[in-house]
């Protein structure tokens, strides 16, 4: 079974603050994705990355960052947190990029 | 720009009555169409990946199908566990990324 663990599945943070927050997966795939989802709006892509060291913006990608460093592990960095960034944060993986994406269970980020 | 729409919004259903959720879909060059479940504070779960018109996939009390403008998921004789959000994506090429772009999902309740 495909397994992609995130650090976290929940986190209060205060604004300004630095937050990371991590994605796991442990079947080789090449892709990542990094989603946030709100009620009302559904999930958005922020980031997604097709291999290491390379990244791509996604739909809203605008205060945030990533970071890819080996394959099986992709960060997600909100440099100076902010309130309109509490959100449900979910990482994705797939093989391929036409290919199913499987979800981990989703980091809750609260910023005060 | 890629649209999906999911209907109804939500529905409340009597165990053993069967029903079908709708959605619809504008993209340029379908890639696939994705069915997920996701449970309260959850992440996704993948059910189904459609790729063309026509096709159909089967998993326990849950049936996906794909036109070229829509999908639907019928749902036979279902039980309280399926109760949870149903959620479409799809993946269409270009645009510089290539997430998935969801609908709003349909909130499903099935009654004892």
């Known amino acids: 079974d495909v397994k992609v663990t995130q650090s976290s599945r929940y986190l209060v943070k205060r604004t300004g603050e630095k937050v990371f927050l991590e994605c796991v997966q442990d079947m080789d795939h090449e892709n990542m994705f990094w989603y946030r989802q709100d009620p009302g709006l559904g999930l958005r892509l922020i980031y997604f990355?097709?291999?290491?060291?390379?990244?791509e913006k996604g739909d809203i990608p605008e205060g945030y960052s990533v970071s890819r460093e080996k394959k099986e592990r992709f960060s997600l960095i909100l440099e100076s947190a902010s309130t309109n960034q509490t959100s449900m944060y979910l990482c994705?993986?797939?093989?391929?990029?036409?290919?199913?994406?499987?979800f981990g269970p989703g980091t809750r980020l609260t910023v005060l | 720009e890629d649209q999906v729409t999911q209907s109804p919004e939500a529905l409340r259903l009597q165990e053993g009555e069967s029903s079908s959720l709708n959605c619809s879909y504008t993209?340029?060059?379908?890639?696939?169409l994705f069915w997920y479940r996701q449970d309260p504070g959850k992440g996704p779960e993948f059910l189904f990946t459609l790729y063309s018109a026509g096709e159909e996939k089967e998993k326990e009390r849950l049936k996906a199908t794909l036109t070229k403008k829509e999908s639907f998921l019928h749902i036979t004789a279902p039980k309280p566990e399926d109760s949870a959000t149903y959620l479409c994506a799809v993946q269409a090429p270009g645009g510089g990324a290539d997430g998935l772009t969801f609908g709003k999902g349909t909130h499903l309740i099935i009654q004892p």
């Open positions: 990355s097709y291999d290491v060291k390379m990244k």
């Open positions: 994705a993986s797939s093989s391929s990029v036409v290919d199913t994406q499987y």
């Open positions: 993209v340029s060059g379908l890639r696939g």
